[in-house]
């Protein structure tokens, strides 16, 4: 069974950085595509970034050049580095999988409960 678990949200000043970390149990962790979505209060959960189980990395505009993602499948562990944060990073973050790709669309069948990254100016 495939269970994502976010971790590594907290409370940052603009222009810092941040590592998420999403871990998942299962057998098949290296094959699955995963990703990485946030969602606010007042804006509908958007794809950020997704790694699929052959290496191909697709990013949103807003985050190129800023966040990276990467995976550890020996440690079943999905990783997002956020470099030069910006306010309008402040959302819930989420930790999606599933064993087909759906890009950066939220359509994932497997989901964190989301790390709270908060950006202050």
């Known amino acids: 069974q495939v269970q994502p678990v976010e971790s590594g949200g907290c409370s940052v000043q603009a222009g810092g950085s941040l590592r998420l970390s999403c871990s998942s149990s299962?057998?098949?962790?290296?094959?699955?595509?995963m990703g990485w979505f946030r969602q606010t209060p007042v804006k509908e959960r958007e794809g950020v970034t997704v790694?699929?189980?052959?290496?191909?990395?697709t990013y949103a505009d807003s985050v190129k050049g800023r966040f990276t993602i990467s995976r550890e499948n020996a440690k079943k562990t999905l990783y997002m580095q956020m470099n030069s944060l910006k306010p309008e990073d402040t959302a819930m973050y989420y930790c999606?999988?599933?064993?087909?790709?759906?890009?950066?669309?939220?359509?994932?069948?497997?989901w964190g409960q989301g790390t709270q990254v908060t950006v202050s100016s």
């Open positions: 999606a999988a599933d064993r087909i790709s759906w890009w950066l669309l939220p359509k994932y069948r497997y």
């Open positions: 299962g057998s098949t962790f290296s094959s699955l595509f």
């Open positions: 790694l699929d189980g052959y290496g191909k990395i």
